[in-house]
């Protein structure tokens, strides 16, 4: 080996050396994924969920893990954000387990069923009572790996163009109402129509529906229902504190470096609060604008909630005796419930009774 | 220059370079702090948020950035974990604000006051409706910066050697509480004791105190209150939801890489998270433990949360007639839960009525 020669290779060599440290930090390499959200930029509280995830990822890695986030129909449709993930069209999807009850009914239990949790016990039975473990294995049947990314708290029952004063009210309704929620209503005699966002209103105003539900005050009063629907109901009982989900490509989770999950983690858990937070801020002024415009705010008739609440458990039963998931993740959830409601109901609701009786004080 | 000294020099050449690839990647420095925890490790639920916290940050970083978690004592005493901050002999500390009101009463506010926000209104309030700008402009005379890092949800009222049936009950009641509360319960008669964990049990034995409040029900199950002091009350109108927060030294917040903010934030609303479902999680079998083995659950009459909440509205004019940072916050509080109630009533609060009643259907 002649010395220039000899020189050449260990000059090599320490260009392989310092080739090879952004080698050893491969733990830190630049991805770009998209993101396929449910939900249009209109809905500033919950579509912003994926963005705030999104800008969290960035900041949390110096820009090297990008999200890109893209408005429902974008790339695929809304309902189909899920599908997208499970064949790998995005990375993942930002969007509402229960829109996918039409695969198996026990995609609802993982977001909202009639009767369920409330936002801060779906937290509890998610993150620290094995619900995201159970809700993970099953999901693996779609190539997902499930993460919380946002709550809306509870919602509300949805506008109606006639006062509802009992049971027999319900009779015949066409609601715009869907999944599990509408079956649970089609047992009480209300026909449960599907609608997109859009469609609803001139619906409403037509009279070819008699009520529909969305979400509560906020994203509500965007959609006008108001001026053609003037009972406005509570509670959404379908809905108590329905958790968002971020769903990855299970096969593009498993690829992520450490950080890289860590990263998606807190990050989505980090936007799990901030759109409940968001939520939370933005009601209260909603409710009031709403109220002040005329808007007849209203509880269901204690025998509507329950006979939902009677109808509910008949279909769990029913869905139960042929679906091994689903009997699984609605028992869970409804040993985790009675016990959550036992503690509740003491010190919480207490509190919370006190405050509302006493708030301008 | 000779062949080998050439080769040692290239070869140090090459090693510079190889050095030098960490310092481009500057932005992930290798630091290590230490976090003084104000609580013992004995309370595996509110000591836990800190290492949540830490363990989720050094997932963030790859390992790179660690904080190591010391309990109460360790470092300094639970109550000074504050002061370790404002003076740099800690990175960073886990506590709760309200321990410093002997310094301002201002601090009480980010955490908990009588009568304040529940747990879900204070993550509103702190994120998303200027809380936390608020409050760190304040903490900024103690060199401090401050991230929400966990919540116990509504506490209980504490425990009690006789039943209280009225506010005449209360005149002249020696009990364990300290702070704000302990000057509103100070103008219904009681006389309020300070007195660490370790010593409440002994105090209540013998009768030098009447009654104790601590946490709730998985919290002061360890501590065997229930042996000495029967009647166990609620709720905590006190701490409807006090956030736990983390306090970082300001001067060391502002030298971090950006990504280290961030994963702080993160992290910190992560554990924020995790703390108040572990609480979920475990007060209901501690509930139903207690009450199996003969505590007495009792409300608090309403007469006693009439007095209380008159008493706290004049403590809170008495403090803001003299400090202007009091004013601010106290007046931001409680426009801000005025409003949070008017819609809370609605679909949160008949929800989980209507839940309790049928929980066990």
Redesign the interface.
């Known amino acids: 080996m002649k ?1 220039r020669q ?2 050449q290779t ?2 090599a ?2 260009a392989a ?2 080739v090879a ?2 080698a050893v ?1 491969q ?2 390499p630049e991805i770009k994924w998209r993101l396929a959200s449910s939900f249009p930029k209109s809905l500033d509280t919950i579509y912003a969920g994926a963005e705030i995830m999104a800008k ?1 990822v960035s ?4 820009g090297k893990f990008q999200i890109q986030v893209f408005a429902a129909g974008e790339i695929v449709p809304a309902l189909q954000a899920l599908d997208a993930v499970t064949n790998n069209t995005v990375e993942m999807c930002h969007t509402v387990s229960y829109y996918y009850v039409g695969k198996d009914p026990t995609f609802a239990i993982a977001a909202s069923v009639p ?1 369920g949790l ?4 779906q ?2 039975w ?4 094995g619900g995201n473990e159970l809700f993970n294995e099953f999901y693996k049947k779609f190539n997902a790996y499930g993460l919380p990314c946002g709550n809306t ?4 029952g949805g506008w109606f163009r006639k006062e509802i004063k009992s049971v027999a009210d319900m009779q015949g309704l066409k609601m715009r109402i869907g999944g599990i929620a509408g079956s649970v209503l089609q047992k009480l005699g209300v026909v449960p129509q599907q609608l997109g966002g859009g469609d609803i209103y001139p619906a409403l105003e037509k009279g070819t529906i008699d009520g529909a539900e969305w979400v ?2 906020y994203d509500d009063e965007k959609l006008g229902f108001a001026k053609v629907a003037p009972y406005y109901y ?4 379908w809905e ?1 504190g329905p958790t968002v989900h971020a769903f990855v490509s299970l096969d593009k989770w498993n690829a992520l ?3 890289y999950q ?2 998606l ?3 989505c ?2 936007a ?3 759109m ?3 939520y ?2 933005v ?3 909603a ?2 604008r709403l109220v002040a415009a005329g808007t007849q ?1 209203r ?1 269901f008739p204690q025998d509507v ?2 006979a939902s ?1 009677k109808a509910s ?1 008949e279909l769990y039963a029913e869905i139960s005796a042929k679906n091994p998931d689903f009997k699984k993740a609605i028992e869970a959830m409804a040993a985790f ?20 009786r ?4």
Chains 1, 2 share one sequence.
Do not use: H
């Open positions: 010395r000899f020189i260990a000059a060599g320490a050396t310092a440290m952004p930090a733990s830190n969290m900041e949390l890695t110096d009767f409330n936002a801060r016990m937290n509890a998610l993150f620290q009572n708290g509870a919602q509300m509560g005050p509570y509670p959404g009982f108590g470096p450490k950080s860590a990263a983690t807190a990050a858990t980090y799990n609060t901030q409940a937070a968001k939370d801020v009601n209260p002024p409710l009031k705010l509880p909630m329950e609440l458990n419930r009675s016990d959550q409601y036992l503690w509740w109901q003491v010190a919480e609701l207490s509190f919370d009774v006190f405050q509302v006493t708030r301008t004080r």
